[in-house]
């Protein structure tokens, strides 16, 4: 029988050796960075679940869902969405050429917009 002082020392050990923590990691680490591109690209958790299958790693949206949100912030979202904006770029030297007649909206205007009569109204 264990006597008091040394139960808490067992218990403990036995933690150690028996934790899960260790033991338990995702099989969506080693595509972690495309995982990164997916969301940066605005793909959903089923989507990126389609696209991982196809190439051969079967794995649920929601385990998807709990990957991204227990791995990235959204600031590093924000910043991969950035990149692959820039990257997306058209590196021309000229600049944009514009059609001759074309122009670029101007700002929204209420008046515009046709609407239906005002309906009349008793002040009570």
Do not use: W
């Amino acid at each position: 029988m264990l006597t008091i002082p040394e139960l808490p020392l067992r218990a403990l050990a036995d933690a150690k050796q028996n934790s899960a923590a260790t033991s338990s990691r995702s099989r969506l680490v080693p595509v972690h960075e495309a995982i990164l591109q997916y969301r940066a690209g605005y793909f959903s958790y089923e989507r990126i679940a389609i696209a991982l299958g196809r190439l051969g790693l079967k794995t649920s949206p929601t385990s998807v869902a709990t990957y991204c949100r227990c791995n990235f912030s959204a600031r590093e979202i924000d910043k991969a969405r950035k990149t692959l904006a820039e990257s997306k770029k058209p590196t021309s030297t000229t600049g944009t050429a514009q059609t001759p007649g074309a122009s670029a909206p101007g700002p929204y205007d209420a008046s515009r917009i046709a609407r239906g009569p005002k309906i009349a109204r008793d002040d009570y």
